[in-house]
């Protein structure tokens, strides 16, 4: 599993509990695609907004984990509410893309 260096939009991450803060988040354990980075907003961390199911949340980069790329179709359906693989895929590409 990665760490928040090489996180980007488009990542599926799952939130967790952080090392450096005893905040404990209601999401720990949810799993979201990464949609937008928000470098440098916080002295010490970078935070992320997350689509989780249907809504986005913003979490530190201490709270998030990159995991696999290979998704499961229950995967899907949890982190963009039911939208196909294909047009999950498409959406995915485009937003690696975006910055290129």
Known sequence: ???CKTM????????????RDTLITTFKDETGII?????GKFSNQDSFSVMIRD??????????EVVGV?????QLEEVCGGMSYQK???????KLNEDR
């Not at 809504?55 to 998030?64: C, E, V």
Request: hydrophobic share 45%.
């Open 70 to 74: 290979e998704l499961s179709d229950k």
């Open 55 to 64: 809504k986005f949340h913003i979490f530190g980069a201490n709270y998030l």
């Open 35 to 39: 949609v937008s980075a928000h470098l």
């Open 88 to 94: 999950f895929h498409d959406w995915r590409a485009e």
């Open 8 to 19: 980007k939009a488009g990542d599926l991450v799952k939130v967790v509990q952080s090392e």
């Open 1 to 3: 599993m990665s760490k």
